[in-house]
């Protein structure tokens, strides 16, 4: 594979996970689950508008609506945690994970701010039914030694799901699910640059592309996917405030990105 002299900011890791697609075409198994590893949000976000967020969030990025609180919706986000800390206690290890049959995604990135460690087995179950016990990915951060530190865990649900399905397993008004969509891979001959942050292709093609469109993507040659895998959403159990624990901001693609790494 070939790769840019320097990784640098966020772009890069979508780049990655676009080559990826190119590379594996990528599906959800079971018509629903999925794996990110892209991807709930900020004391702001989370008082805009859908519409609103859709366009702070970009073009490549799907977000559910927000809904106006229910009687047992604080108590349903805050079960989910539970379960989410619980199902945490054990892999704090990443080996522990491993044993498990979590796999790191996109290994060839050595450096990213969020690494997410998939169970196809809970991805395919998740496609069926909610189990908060069995996250889809666990998502590790480096600490200041390099050690994986546990920061949190993913959800997904299949793409067919209406609002009303994903407001069952985790309530609208507390969180927001995501999709990525409206990507446009670059022609075949050229999908190699993607990796390269000052070329051309890096800059349209790819979930942080400027292109977004069918029309757009066939124009350039590219081939167009109005969406890859399904509906996911972030969970951070250690955090605070429930603004925290399901921030939209942290499953940015800059917020997700490798460090700034140098090849020689």
């Known amino acids: 594979m070939k790769k840019a002299a320097t990784l640098v900011f ?9 080559y990826a697609v190119v590379q594996h075409e990528h599906h959800e198994p079971n018509a629903g689950a999925q794996q990110e590893e892209l991807n709930q949000a900020t004391d702001v976000m989370a008082r ?26 604080a108590q349903k986000a805050d079960d989910v945690v539970k379960a989410a800390q619980a199902a945490m206690e054990k892999y704090k290890d990443p080996a522990a994970a491993e044993a498990d049959g979590y796999r790191l995604f996109l290994p060839q990135v050595k450096h990213q ?3 997410h460690y998939t169970s196809y087995a809970n991805a395919f179950a998740a496609a069926v039914a909610f189990d908060p016990a069995k996250p889809t990915s666990l998502l590790y951060a480096d600490d200041k030694d390099g050690k994986k530190q546990l920061i ?3 959800y997904t649900a299949p793409a067919r799901f209406t609002e009303d399905q994903l407001n069952n397993r985790v309530p609208l008004s507390v969180a927001q699910w995501h999709q990525h ?4 891979l670059p022609p075949k001959d050229k999908r190699a640059e993607i990796l390269d942050p000052n070329s051309e292709v890096h800059q349209r093609f790819g979930l942080l592309g400027s292109i977004s469109t069918e029309s757009e993507c066939t124009a350039a ?19 605070k405030t429930p603004d925290e624990i399901w921030s939209v901001e942290r499953q940015r693609p800059e917020n997700m990105a490798p460090m700034s790494e140098h090849h020689h």
């Open 48 to 73: 805009n508008s859908h519409e609103d967020h859709d366009h702070h969030m970009g073009p490549h990025m799907k977000m559910s609506a927000l809904r106006p609180a229910q009687p047992g919706d």
């Open 113 to 115: 701010k969020q690494y």
């Open 181 to 184: 969509v409206n990507l446009c």
């Open 152 to 154: 949190g865990v993913m």
């Open 10 to 18: 966020a772009p890069i890791l979508f780049s990655f996970a676009t």
């Open 221 to 239: 040659g590219g081939t167009f996917r109005p969406r890859i895998f399904g509906w996911m959403i972030h969970a951070y159990p250690n955090e």
